[in-house]
């Protein structure tokens, strides 16, 4: 039974795993390279809880007991406990690798080790650990509250006991879960950000405005948030890397990112990470 989660990197996608898990009555321990960004991270978990408390979707009772399970720690030897964690940083290979490599170090056989990435190799991420078959891909999707879906990454050497032992987490965490095989986006992501890329293109055109563009999407095909929304919230760096990554994958032009894709992250607007992509935010991610 997992009733201890570990989430290494509580940026965006971090803070919404680490609520989700807290709110199903699991102890979550929450690990950031920087005691900053792992102080903004709770705030930001706080303002989310504090939204639901207006909407009257939970109370203040409740969010206490959920703040109360997640618990901030300062180095990767105090995960050593989990039954399961989940790494949510950046979608660079590298990095990831060498979050792997060290939780391998300091944990035993039996934690599940979990990467939350969008498009990277879990079979390569997973070359750099002792035992390989205990690694797997989650991939949430955001928002992760209110999405009822998990992507169940499987790779080269993941073992049936990992893939039976997520399906059944699935269940406690009241995801729906999709078995997915090892392949650069696998479904979600492959299908989003071609998307997002496609809407780019049109924009580039002058077909359409941004805003206009967003809600014919909404309201055109009942689509919650329109693509440039969705690529602010996703974080316009993440977006890129995953296009990046694919093209580089697959081989194929429809995955080379678009050129204003490229010069907003170059000028480091990010969407709701940094108050502006697309659209403009405010500090609590809500838009102006």
Not at 85 to 102: D, H
Not at 111 to 139: D, K
Request: include cysteine.
């Amino acid at each position: 039974m997992i009733k201890k989660v570990g989430v290494v990197g509580v940026g965006t996608m971090g803070q919404g795993i680490a609520e989700m898990l807290a709110k199903n009555s699991l102890d979550v321990f929450v690990l950031e390279h920087s005691k900053d960004r792992l102080e903004h991270a709770l705030h930001m978990i706080e303002v989310s809880l504090d939204k639901q408390i207006e909407k009257w979707a939970i109370t203040s009772s409740e969010k206490k007991l959920i703040l109360s399970r997640i618990q901030p720690v300062a180095k990767m030897e105090e995960l050593s406990a989990c039954d399961l964690i989940i790494e949510s940083i950046s979608e660079e290979l590298e990095a990831k690798k060498e979050v792997f490599e060290q939780l391998d170090q300091v944990t035993s056989s039996k934690t599940i080790l979990a990467s939350n990435t969008s498009s990277l190799s879990l079979t390569e991420i997973a070359s750099v650990t002792r035992s390989p078959e205990r690694v797997i891909g989650m991939h949430f999707v955001h928002p992760v509250a209110t999405v009822n879906m998990l992507e169940i990454v499987r790779g080269l050497k993941t073992s049936d006991e990992t893939v039976e032992a997520l399906k059944e987490f699935s269940e406690v965490i009241q995801k729906k879960p999709v078995m997915v095989f090892e392949s650069p986006g696998f479904v979600t992501t492959r299908l989003i950000c071609l998307f997002i890329n496609e809407a780019l293109h049109v924009l580039e055109e002058g077909v359409a405005t941004a805003e206009d563009i967003d809600e014919a999407m909404r309201k055109g095909y009942s689509f919650k948030y329109g693509p440039f929304q969705m690529a602010d919230h996703f974080g316009l760096d993440s977006v890129q890397a995953a296009l990046e990554n694919m093209f580089r994958e697959y081989g194929e032009l429809k995955y080379r990112p678009s050129f204003t894709l490229k010069k907003m992250v170059r000028a480091g607007q990010l969407g709701v990470k940094t108050g502006v992509g697309f659209f403009k935010y405010d500090t609590d991610g809500d838009r102006i």
